[in-house]
């Protein structure tokens, strides 16, 4: 069962680039990643996936370095708005393994 | 319109009752799940539903039950509450795919307070 890690906050300013690095040492062959954001009194939202490279959609990009065992979500310029909890997910396709990170607090400044 | 919802929003109850959420999903999704975030943000996962059938069980209390009395609902059933049981409950589900737990879409949560 692969366990993540990640930072647990990080702050930045309004219209940088953010990355969150989650960490997962011992992803097996078949595990893909996916990463969620929280709002405060919401539940989660999904945001990307990826099994190997890299992935971009309207809202962020996922890297994924050869060797799988860490990834880095980059949400791009950032606004107030995307001050959240983001939460790194590994999940076992077929074993039904299901391991969320602790997540990352994001504080967007002004 | 809401695509995963849970009744009710907020529960507060004591010790020792029993108490049911309700989770409904109008996505005409294949899979559903129960998760439970503490008080420290940890979101756990619970229960997984797959057409009626119960695919993991976090080693949860049995205490916790969850009923699927058709695709699109999910109930979770606590009986004899105790303290440490309060927490946010979210009701998740996900489409038919190969990929197992992929893109989940969450509900709003139920707030659920021990006292």
């Known amino acids: 069962l692969a366990k993540t890690t990640q930072p647990i906050s990080m702050d930045s300013y309004e219209g940088q680039e953010v990355n969150i690095t989650c960490s997962h040492n011992?992803?097996?062959?078949?595990?893909?990643i996916t990463w969620y954001q929280q709002f405060p009194s919401q539940g989660p939202r999904f945001i990307i996936q990826g099994y190997k490279t890299k992935v971009t959609n309207e809202v962020a990009s996922l890297f994924i370095p050869a060797d799988r065992k860490s990834s880095t979500l980059s949400l791009p310029r950032v606004s107030l708005s995307d001050t959240a909890v983001y939460y790194c997910?590994?999940?076992?396709?077929?074993?039904?393994?299901?391991?969320f990170g602790k997540g990352t607090k994001l504080s967007v400044i002004p | 319109d809401t695509a995963v919802s849970q009744t009710p929003k907020y529960l507060v109850t004591q010790m020792g009752n029993d108490k049911s959420i309700k989770c409904e999903q109008n996505?005409?999704?294949?899979?559903m799940y129960w998760y439970k975030q503490d008080s420290k943000k940890f979101l756990k996962i619970m229960f997984s539903y797959n057409n009626k059938e119960l695919i993991i069980n976090e080693t949860v209390p049995n205490r916790f039950s969850p009923k699927s009395p058709d695709k699109a609902h999910l109930n979770l059933h606590i009986n004899s509450l105790e303290l440490g049981d309060s927490a946010v409950y979210f009701c998740?589900?996900?489409?038919?795919?190969?990929?197992?737990?992929?893109?989940?879409?969450f509900g709003p949560g139920t707030r659920l307070l021990v006292l």
């Open positions: 996505l005409g999704h294949d899979t």
């Open positions: 997910l590994v999940v076992g396709a077929g074993s039904y393994q299901l391991t």
């Open positions: 998740a589900s996900s489409p038919p795919t190969e990929l197992w737990g992929e893109t989940q879409y």
């Open positions: 011992n992803i097996a062959t078949n595990d893909y």
